[in-house]
Nanobody, 124 residues
Framework: QVQLVESGGGSVKAGGSLSLSCKIS????????MGWFRQAPGQEREGVAI???????TYADSVKGRFTISQDDAARTLYLQMNSLKPEDTGLYYC??????????????????WGKGTQVSVSS
């Protein structure tokens, strides 16, 4: 059974950086589409970044140039490097997996496997 466990969240000031990790068990990492999503208080969950089985990446416009998604097959881990953080980046960040190589979009509905999330708080 696929299990996803996020870590690395915390509290930082605007302009700071955080690195999130998502440890995967029960399945290989590199051969499938993986993604990061976030949910701010009172808002719907939204896509942040995805990476396909071929390494192709897609980012939400709001994080382009600041966030970088990557994966380490050997470590069975997905990463999200977040730089130049803004207060609007605050939220619960989730790791998700899709059982196919392709990543059609940032649509959360195509991801059946989810972690429980890690909290990111950015103060001004």
């Amino acid at each position: 059974q696929v299990q996803l466990v996020e870590s690395g969240g915390g509290s930082v000031k605007a302009g700071g950086s955080l690195s999130l990790s998502c440890k995967i068990s029960g399945a290989a990492v590199g051969s499938r589409c993986m993604g990061w999503f976030r949910q701010a208080p009172g808002q719907e969950r939204e896509g942040v970044a995805i990476i396909g089985g071929d390494g192709t990446t897609t980012y939400a416009d709001s994080v382009k140039g600041r966030f970088t998604i990557s994966q380490d097959d050997a470590a069975r881990t997905l990463y999200l490097q977040m730089n130049s953080l803004k207060p609007e980046d605050t939220g619960l960040y989730y790791c998700a997996r899709r059982p196919f190589r392709s990543c059609p979009s940032l649509d959360q509905d195509v991801f059946p496997y989810w972690g429980k999330g890690t909290q990111v708080s950015v103060s001004s």
